[in-house]
């Protein structure tokens, strides 16, 4: 994620998120599915850093 390609770790019920479903697939399309590598998303980190604090707000 972002320049530096930095890892997050991201809980099992946001795979069910719209948004974070969209990056996904943002992903595939821009990548390829990785075989057993981490999945980079193609997105800002100030975007996804947002996505991860409103969903933690939600919790």
């Known amino acids: 994620?972002?320049?530096k390609?930095?890892?997050y770790?991201?809980?099992i019920r946001y795979l069910s998120n719209p948004i974070?479903?969209?990056?996904l697939e943002?992903?595939?399309e821009e990548y390829g599915y990785p075989s057993?590598?981490?999945i980079v998303l193609a997105?800002?980190?100030s975007i996804?850093?947002?996505f991860m604090d409103s969903r933690l707000s939600d919790s």
């Open 9 to 11: 770790i991201v809980p």
């Open 36 to 38: 057993q590598k981490a």
């Open 5 to 7: 390609l930095k890892r």
């Open 48 to 50: 996804f850093q947002m």
């Open 1 to 3: 994620m972002g320049e």
């Open 20 to 23: 974070f479903q969209q990056l």
């Open 26 to 28: 943002g992903a595939a």
């Open 43 to 45: 997105c800002n980190e």
